[in-house]
């Protein structure tokens, strides 16, 4: 098929993507790919040791090479005001305090950064800088240090854990899950540009240029508006660029020495421990149920691993407050130090590795009681309210999709006693799990232009990490106002254009189209009121029934051209802004996005290979603005909940105090051939409450409940119950 031809060129930019174009013809620039007058490029020295503390560092040979300008380290930097002293440090919360540091936390802790006028120079440098160290002690193996480390308490303990019912039936069990990364498809990079002392402008990857705006601006002690960021192509996230890294402060800091420009990108084994990943965790689940079927109470416990100069906790008992009735219900997190880089948000953060433990635990109990685990939780799900405040759900349709799923999948040909189905040497087997998030929508402003010749242009800072913030900007100003789809230009990712959060926490989308529907009705209410003073009549008109083309403005039967109406009104251009966010009405109400997950598996009695024949999401995200970016959306998520399931796992030599095999050959993702084409289901009604447009966002839930569901057919085909992520041969076998 030829989809580059004119024609279909124009078809795509109607119906698809409006970034799809310029991505797959090289068109769209990511961050690595402007270049800038006398751009010159950083290359960084990672340290060779796991803890420690620097002597001393040899740059005479390094510095020798041809085109090297610079070679920063602790004891030559220029100091960045925000990390002047260790108070400040801390203050910062910037977390690894490059170049401000002689100690050394984890292998892969960049101790130096060659400036050179080309790549191959200052890679070529940076391999000669020598530093010598004073090695300490050092610990980087998560189950060997948890045990050490206690637990607290973690959000209110409802009810009395000690007083359970006595004719209750228990299941206590612990869950692990190892290190993943995230690793999109672009590196993360940044070119630093300092104009003058005082003005910095940054071609960056991230998820959100306003935090990259504020973060650098407090650390160079600079009002924000003097750091420009641009992020207009996003090639990936996963949760990798919420926080501002080291290597973009560390690119800062080589633009500002040289007085140059610089880009640093990082290399593919750089992104292991420089971006951060969903940590290694350990959780302990114990449900109660009593003769009826109700649980009577949950003790959920989890520790997650973190870096020793950044605490991260993944918060990964907070979805055991969301899903089920538990009754008494007592959570405790810790979060266990090691010599390692700091993880970070990875994909549904917290809530996908809980629901892991909840969601296979119930499972568990289902086959203990002998019933359908379709039935156990029906008994349980919290459909009215938020089972934490009370607040009753916006909207919430879980039965639903799990009645769907499971007409999808053929639940009612899965044999309730495991290892029952066979084919040749397949066990054969079926699973279920549900998966909530907490629907959030933030803040965010939008603003648009409208020119005589019928260009549309809408802006915001929000980026697009390639879950399709533009396209449904243009969706929602196409369905409000009936302006064709292929005149709507869409500009984002710039720290100049009207203000939007992070696009994380599957907070992107519903946040964006409120503000786009404002500035729809703001847009049809200016142009009617404009066109009354042309037409008097307009005046009685409802601006709900204005149409606006590329060439005209329509209502009733009057019709006004874009060129006479500028005329007329002797405007250039129309310009309006808009910012829309959450009000009070919202307190009122609990918002969750949900979905249920199915799966049948074949498990290879000889080798254990697992193969999913079907992999069903039923989602209820609300209104569907763009079928096709939602559908997308779900099929990624859905192979990352295999990977989750089936293969990711960042190994550590705690030997060598370092990871092992960081690369791609090493570190297995799920690709398309190692799952079915996703079956994906949307409820699709509208959250009357959420935003006007009844969206929520869906980028985590897609992931929340997908490794359980897999897990939980393994052991329906296998009868082996398996509490540890990934699940490989050697643990099926
Ligand atoms: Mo995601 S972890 O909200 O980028």
């Not at 910037?94 to 540091?101: E, V």
């Not at 060659?114 to 940076?126: F, K, S, W």
């Not at 290694?280 to 003790?299: A, E, H, P, R, Y």
């Not at 979905?595 to 069903?616: E, N, S, Y």
Request: aromatic fraction near 8%; charged fraction near 20%; proline fraction near 5%.
């Amino acid at each position: 098929m030829a989809f580059f031809d004119e024609t279909n060129i124009e078809r795509f930019s109607n119906e698809g993507r409006v970034e799809g174009i310029a991505k797959v013809t090289g068109k769209g620039k990511y961050a690595a790919e402007y270049d800038l007058p006398q751009m010159c490029y950083a290359v960084l020295v990672d340290s060779k040791i796991p803890a420690g503390k620097i002597s001393s560092i040899q740059t005479e040979i390094a510095q020798q090479v041809d085109g090297v300008l610079e070679i920063i380290n602790y004891f030559n930097k220029q100091t960045v005001p925000g990390l002047a002293t260790p108070e400040k440090i801390k203050e910062s919360k910037f977390g690894l305090p490059i170049f401000h540091t002689d100690t050394i936390y984890f292998k892969g802790q960049p101790v130096a950064m060659v400036i050179a006028t080309t790549l191959e120079d200052a890679t070529y440098a940076a391999s000669l800088v020598e530093v010598k160290y004073q090695a300490s002690e050092y610990e980087v193996d998560f189950h060997k240090k948890h045990p050490t480390v206690p637990l607290q308490a973690a959000g209110k303990e409802n009810g009395n854990i000690e007083n359970w019912n006595p004719t209750t039936k228990f299941i206590e069990q612990e869950y692990t899950i190892e290190m993943e990364v995230h690793h999109p498809m672009e590196m993360h990079a940044t070119i630093a540009h300092w104009k003058g002392n005082d003005r910095l402008r940054l071609f960056d990857k991230n998820q959100g240029v306003l935090t990259v705006q504020k973060t650098i601006s407090a650390l160079y002690d600079l009002p924000p508006k003097n750091v420009e960021v641009i992020s207009e192509f996003v090639g990936g996230g996963f949760g990798s660029g919420l926080k501002v890294w080291p290597h973009v402060l560390a690119a800062t800091m080589a633009a500002k020495h040289v007085k140059r420009p610089v880009k640093l990108m990082l290399t593919r084994p750089q992104m292991f421990y420089s971006v951060g990943y969903r940590p290694s965790s350990w959780q302990k689940i114990k449900i109660g149920v009593d003769q009826n079927l109700k649980f009577t109470g949950l003790i959920h416990q989890a520790k997650n691993n973190c870096a020793i100069y950044d605490p991260f906790n993944d918060r990964i008992t907070r979805v055991s407050r969301l899903i089920y009735h538990f009754g008494h219900l007592k959570t405790e997190e810790a979060v266990v130090p090691l010599n390692l880089a700091a993880p970070t948000w990875k994909r549904g953060p917290g809530d996908a590795t809980g629901d892991f433990a909840i969601e296979c635990a119930i499972d568990e109990l289902s086959y203990h009681l002998n019933i359908d685990p379709i039935k156990l939780r029906k008994m349980n799900l919290a459909l009215d309210q938020n089972p934490d405040n009370g607040l009753q759900w916006s909207s919430n349709f879980i039965a639903e999709a799990i009645q769907i799923g499971a007409k999808k999948i053929g639940w009612n040909k899965r044999k309730p006693q495991p290892q029952a189905e066979k084919e040749g040497d397949w066990q054969i087997g079926y699973g279920m799990a549900v998966g909530m998030w907490h629907a959030g929508r933030q803040q965010a402003s939008a603003n648009l232009t409208l020119t005589p010749q019928g260009d549309l242009i809408l802006r915001t800072a929000m980026t697009d990490i390639g879950t399709g913030t533009g396209t449904a900007m243009v969706n929602v100003m196409h369905e409000s106002t009936g302006f064709p789809k292929n005149r709507i230009k869409v500009e984002l990712g710039h720290s100049d254009l009207p203000p939007a959060k992070n696009q994380g926490g599957s907070t992107g989308l519903s946040s964006i189209v409120g503000a786009v529907h404002l500035l729809a009705e703001d847009f049809k209410k200016s142009l009617l009121k404009y066109g009354s003073t042309i037409h008097k009549e307009w005046e009685k008109l409802d601006f709900n029934s204005l149409q606006v083309t590329d060439t005209a403005l329509n209502i009733d039967n009057y019709s006004l051209t874009l060129e006479q109406f500028f005329k007329e009104l002797e405007l250039e251009k129309l310009e309006l802004e808009a910012t829309s966010g959450p009000d009070s009405e919202r307190e009122k109400w609990a918002f969750v996005v949900s979905a249920a997950h199915f799966c049948k598996v074949r498990v290879h009695l000889l080798t254990g290979k697992v193969v999913i024949d079907q992999l069903v999401a039923v989602v209820d995200g609300g209104s569907i603005i763009n079928p096709k970016a939602a559908e997308n959306q779900i099929i990624g998520a859905a192979f990352g909940g295999i990977g989750m399931a089936l293969l990711e796992e960042q190994h550590v030599d705690s030997k060598l105090g370092t990871l092992v095999g960081h690369d791609l050959a090493g570190y297995h993702f799920a690709v398309n051939a190692d799952g079915p084409k996703i079956d994906v289901t949307f409820i699709n009604k509208p959250d009357p409450y959420i935003n006007p447009n009844g969206a929520k966002g869906i980028g985590e839930v897609g992931i929340i409940g997908t490794a359980p569901a897999i897990a939980n057919a393994i052991y329906n085909a296998t009868g082996k119950r398996i509490r540890s992520l990934p699940i490989t041969a050697d643990k099926i076998l």
